[in-house]
Nanobody, 129 residues
């Protein structure tokens, strides 16, 4: 069983920055492929960013490309989402997700929420105008 705990959300003005963190339990963090998703009020959950087990591969939704950066620190069992130039449309609950595998290459990415097995409880981000 894997537990994921997000933190770092809050209220920020447009064009500001926030860094979200997601801490994972367990001793096999380097075996997790990780992702960030978000869900705005009245909308379905959507993909934001993904990072491979090794951290060498990343992928972003078009809506956040160039503004958000996903990274991981395998020594701290933590994945991060640095969010810059925030816009009101970035307002949402942000979730981190994980899936463990020993069979993928270190550069393999998971882009669909249906591919992930473990989810955090979410952290709220509100971007004001």
């Amino acid at each position: 069983q894997v537990q994921l705990v997000e933190s770092g959300g809050g209220l920020v003005q447009a064009w500001g920055s926030l860094r979200l963190s997601c801490a994972a339990s367990g001793r096999t963090f380097s075996m997790y492929a990780l992702g960030w998703f978000r869900q705005a009020p009245g909308k379905e959950r959507e993909f934001v960013a993904a990072i491979s087990r090794s951290g060498t591969s990343t992928y972003y939704a078009d809506s956040v490309k160039g503004r958000f950066t996903i990274s991981r620190d395998n020594t701290k069992n933590t994945v991060y989402l640095q969010m810059n130039s925030l816009k009101p449309e970035d307002t949402a609950v942000y979730y981190c997700a994980a899936r463990i595998s020993t069979n993928w290459s270190g550069s393999y990415l998971l882009l669909s929420e249906y591919e992930y097995d473990y989810w955090g409880q979410g952290t709220q981000v509100i971007v004001s105008t």
